[in-house]
């Protein structure tokens, strides 16, 4: 078993880990039989999971939790017991990728539109030529009630023989796949990591650093694509308020 130190969290639970026991715990559960998964809640996941009894469970059931999300590494501090600190998937991603250069893993990634993936690969290799990326592919939409092509989905994972399989389908769609298939394609360690393939094809900018840190990457996001983002940020998240008045220990 691995040590994660999972502690109560306003409605679920949340491992409480820094980026860099996270990545630890990564190289020993791909190192471990069986065929893991990591879930990263944000604000967003943390709201749907509220309504959403089969993506709680499916999140609870996690052999990782990790905090991609600074409002609730903030309601930590307020609610039970302090979250060590955010881990960023768009961060984090790039310690996946230099555990697998440094262990020599092989990466798969799988999901998001056919062209953002493209440019998301090409960036990955440019930037980590060494990287065994062995293959990378966007299934088509709905594919995941098809049985064809789901098997055909889950035929070509298997076969890529790869050790970190990626998952970027958005949320709840890439917890339920994983959590529905992690067995039939059999990867030592699947991650969901939603929009984290926007960043590395360059199609979303990070925020500044000092937004990153006050808990504004949220807002800077919303910036660059207010129509779409409205209703996530300021109907669906501003239940989290509402959830830690009702969850909340202190």
């Not at 009894?53 to 309601?75: F, H, P, R, S, Y």
């Not at 501090?77 to 440094?102: Q, S």
């Not at 592919?137 to 889950?154: C, Q, T, V």
């Not at 199609?203 to 207010?226: D, H, I």
Request: charge should be positive; charged fraction near 30%; aromatic fraction near 10%.
């Amino acid at each position: 078993m691995v040590d994660t130190h999972r502690i109560k969290f306003l409605n679920t639970y949340i491992d409480n880990l820094t980026a860099s026991e996270a990545k630890d715990c990564v190289d020993k559960l791909i190192q471990m039989p069986g065929n893991h998964y990591v879930v990263t809640p944000n604000t967003d996941i943390v709201v749907k999971m509220n309504d959403d009894a089969k993506l709680k469970e499916i999140c609870e059931k996690a052999d990782l939790i990790l905090t991609d999300g600074q409002i609730i590494v903030k309601l930590s501090h307020k609610y039970g017991e302090p979250i060590k600190e955010r881990v960023c998937m768009t961060d984090f991603v790039w310690e996946v990728f230099n555990l697998a250069i440094e262990k020599k893993y092989k990466v798969f990634l799988f999901g998001g539109k056919e062209d953002v993936l493209s440019k998301a690969t090409k960036n990955v290799k440019a930037r980590l030529p060494e990287l065994n990326i062995v293959d990378s592919y966007s299934p088509p939409f709905g594919f995941e009630k098809d049985e064809r092509m789901l098997k055909a989905a889950n035929d070509r994972i298997k076969n890529s023989n790869a050790d970190i399989l990626i998952v970027f389908l958005g949320c709840p769609k890439q917890e339920k796949f994983i959590a529905q298939n992690k067995d039939k394609y059999q990867i030592p360690i699947s991650f969901t990591m939603g929009g984290c393939v926007d960043f590395l094809a360059g199609q979303v900018k990070r925020a500044p650093k000092w937004m990153q840190n006050v808990g504004l990457e949220w807002f800077y996001r919303f910036m660059q694509e207010p129509k779409r983002m409205f209703k996530r940020y300021f109907v669906d998240d501003l239940k989290i308020f509402a959830i830690a008045k009702k969850n909340g220990n202190r």
